[in-house]
Structure formats: structure tokens, C-alpha cells
DNA sequence: TGATATTTGTTGCTTTTGCAACAGAAAAAG
DNA sequence: CTTTTTCTGTTGCAAAAGCAACAAATATCA
């Protein structure tokens, strides 16, 4: 999305007096916020890299989503159940800007180039999700951990316009991502560089089937 | 979200000139559409149910996402890739709105009620559109059919506010939505009725457990 | 209504995945 | 620079899931 770069400069160095608008800074591995019901906070991640991750009554943890700079998250994004704890944490050092949804479209009381800026191009910041979370859903039904490995891998390649790249995970959370255990999905990558599907260093991956 | 009260309401008999607005009716089993990258097409549900599938290289068939009266969908959504057909079949006869998503923003020659509308209630029915696939990310990064079949009848049991509610699949389509095979979720439907979480009478669902 | 197609329910067997555990490598912290 | 922590890579075994196949029940259609 070309729009994105409009948001990418105003975001930078925004001004906004109302209370409702937030910037704070968080250090790795500090949580950024837990999904409460009914209190429709939006965040927009400035610069970091951060986790939305859930805690099963297992104790298993799934990373929900991946979010990197102006990624838009949030409780008014999700329907809040009892049944899970849901919470973003900070993966590198963040900064991000809170709010709350129903602020987006009234007027804030200053009329401020923060209001004007944001809800002209929130459809756009919105739009940008759908397609990361179809993009997740897509990987996700993929029944097997191959599958998965090589749908997300493509993807990978698809966005680097070639066939390295580098994985934005560690093997650990690719494989919370992928939402399978990670010493199967060793196991499936170990076979998919012996069986000549690819080519791995560290976390640089090459892709050399067609 | 109580806004969609308004669309539904102008949804039901809008008129529009523009040529780049089509309303079409399909018959049960008829495909919708066929997401192709860069035409940038919006499609609402009017009337009816549809899902988008996706037929991979096994033919292994994947109901990516469900759709009902008012959902929004379309290859806007989208980043297609070359390695998977997606497309959007009609389960019951369904009546459809078609635009291009360049055209939601656009003030249309006639200034018609349509465009006026749907521009300001564009954002809701993503956010909508949000939820519902963060709901289906938090089904399939469950770990096991028991717990992916669990989680999806808390939702449904949360939805209709009650213990006691009916799937809107046949077991044969939720298998496909939850991503799994059709048999191995029938064992686990009988293990959860055996074991007395559940009970069952063709596709109405009584959870037993808190 | 009768024929045809689809869905449900079930099972034996095979393959895949998860679990637990551990050693070595790499990264972070002090 | 050394210690501590996290991450990677690997394995044997157990559990879960997929596959194939079929009969019975339902639904659809002509």
C-alpha cells in the first residue's frame, strides 16, 4: 500500500494535546498492553517489533500475530472471551501510540492535524491488517507442518522479490507462529533442506524448487 | 456492533448508476468470484451465505473464511499469490454487491446515497471483518482438534447466549473451516459426547461443561 | 415418489505430530 | 571476558491426526 507511506511521516512526528492520545515507550520484553472487554483501545506501533500472544490453560503459547512499525492492534479489534489471556509484548524496544476507537472519527476538541490525519487514512491502516490476517489464515489451514513451512516461506519470497530472505523470527517463535511444536518443525525443515527444498543458513533461508 | 443497523437498512434496496456498482443474484453452488491480484474488487453479502475456498495441489479443499448476510469480502483483501486458487462459492442463493475498492473513497460523478454511505460505514464493516478472522486465527492456532472444536463452540455458545446452539455448517464443511480431516474430528465429536462435555443431536450442540 | 447425490458415522492402519529430554551453539548480561 | 540465559538441533517414544473405505441415514432432484 502506497498510503502507508502518508501515515509513515505523520506518524513520525505527530502532536496531539487531547488526553486521549497516547505515545509510550517500552523496553523488550515488556508487555504493551492485555486485551480488556469494552475499553476499545487502538494502538499503532511506531517502531519496534511486538507479539500478540495467548497463554493456554497449558500453559502453551500461541503467537497470535506478528506486528512490525505502523501495524494497528488492539482490544476494539477483538472480540475479548473468558477463555484466554490475551496480550502484546514487546519483542525489541517500541514506541506506540494509544487511543481509543470511538475517538477516531469524532473531532477531538483541538481539531488537531493528529484526528484529521488518522481517521483519513485509518481504512487504509485497517485494510493492511485484513490482508496480514488472510495471509496468516492462509498459512494456518495448510494442514501439515510442511505445508505451512513452505506457504509461509513463499510468502517470504514473494515480499523479498527473491528466492533468500531472511526469516523475521527465531526458529522458536516461527514455530509458535506456525502453531506447532518446534521440535517436529525442526525435524520438517531438516528433511526439506535434505530432500533439496531448500537451502538454510542461521535464519536465511533460499528457496530452490521452482 | 450497532452501526450495522444502518447498513442493513440501506444495503436492503440501494440504488446506484454508477456502472462500477453491480448487484447480481447466484443460485446455490454458483461461484461468486475468483480473486485475481490487481483488480482491487469489493464484494457485500446481501442476502444468502458463501465461502471462500481454496483447493490445494492435493485437492485438499480449505473453507478460508464463512460468510453471512453483510460481510464484506473480496481480492481488496488480498495479496493473491500464483500457488493457490481462491474462490468464493455460494452455499444458499445469495445476492451480491460488487465495486472496486478504488471507488469507496471517490465522491462517484452522481454523488449517489450509495457512495455517501458506504464511505462512512466502510471502516465498521472491516472492523467487523477484523474480528471475525482474528476469531478464526484464535480456532486454528489451537493445538488439537478437541481444543480447535472446543474453542469454536464457546464462540458459537457466547454468539447465540446460550449453551445449546446450531452449527451454521454441516460436519462435512466444519471439518473444512476448523482445517481438518472430516473422520478424525467425527472420533473427537464422539470422544467430547462419550466423555460428557457435550451434547449432540444432529447439528445442535449442547455444551455440558461451566 | 423413486432415483441419485450428499452427509454422517465408524473403523483399521499409517503417517505425522507432539512431548520430554538433553547437548552444543549463540546471544545477552554483568 | 566470563557467566548465564536463550536458541538450535536432535532423538526415542507416545499420542494424535490423516487416509481409505464403506454402510447407513438424509437430503435433493427430476
New interface residues.
Given amino acids: 500500500m502506497n498510503s502507508s507511506l502518508d501515515i509513515e511521516n505523520f506518524l513520525k512526528d505527530f502532536s496531539c494535546n487531547c488526553k486521549n492520545v497516547q505515545k509510550k515507550s517500552f523496553r523488550k520484553n515488556q508487555t504493551i498492553t492485555t486485551y480488556i472487554q469494552k475499553r476499545n483501545q487502538v494502538c499503532i506501533l511506531l517502531s519496534g517489533a511486538a507479539d500478540l500472544v495467548?497463554y493456554?490453560l497449558n500453559g502453551?503459547k500461541?503467537i497470535?500475530?506478528h506486528f512490525s512499525k505502523n501495524d494497528i492492534f488492539g482490544e476494539?479489534?477483538?472480540?475479548v472471551?473468558t477463555?484466554?489471556e490475551l496480550s502484546v509484548e514487546a519483542k525489541k524496544n517500541c514506541e506506540v501510540l494509544f487511543f481509543i476507537?470511538d475517538n477516531?472519527?469524532q473531532k477531538c476538541r483541538n481539531n488537531c492535524k493528529f484526528h484529521q490525519i488518522l481517521s483519513a487514512n485509518?481504512?487504509n491502516l485497517?485494510?493492511n491488517?485484513?490482508?496480514d490476517?488472510?495471509?496468516?489464515?492462509?498459512i494456518?489451514?495448510?494442514?501439515t507442518i510442511r505445508?505451512k513451512l513452505r506457504?509461509y516461506f513463499?510468502?517470504l519470497s514473494?515480499r523479498s522479490l527473491s528466492k533468500t530472505f531472511i526469516l523475521p523470527f527465531s526458529l522458536t517463535d516461527l514455530a509458535d507462529f506456525l502453531?506447532v511444536d518446534r521440535s517436529a518443525m525442526m525435524r520438517e525443515l531438516k528433511s526439506l533442506k535434505d530432500e533439496g527444498f531448500i537451502k538454510k543458513n542461521g535464519n536465511r533461508i533460499t528457496l530452490l524448487y521452482k
Same sequence: chains 1, 2.
Avoid at 476494539?76 to 472480540?79: E, L
Avoid at 490476517?133 to 492462509?138: K, P, V
Avoid at 494456518?140 to 494442514?143: A, D
Fill in positions: 495467548r493456554d502453551d500461541s497470535i500475530e476494539a479489534f477483538y472480540i472471551t477463555n484466554n476507537y477516531i472519527y485509518f481504512s485497517i485494510l491488517k485484513v490482508m490476517l488472510n495471509t496468516r489464515i492462509e494456518l489451514t495448510k494442514r505445508e506457504g513463499n510468502i514473494t502453531s
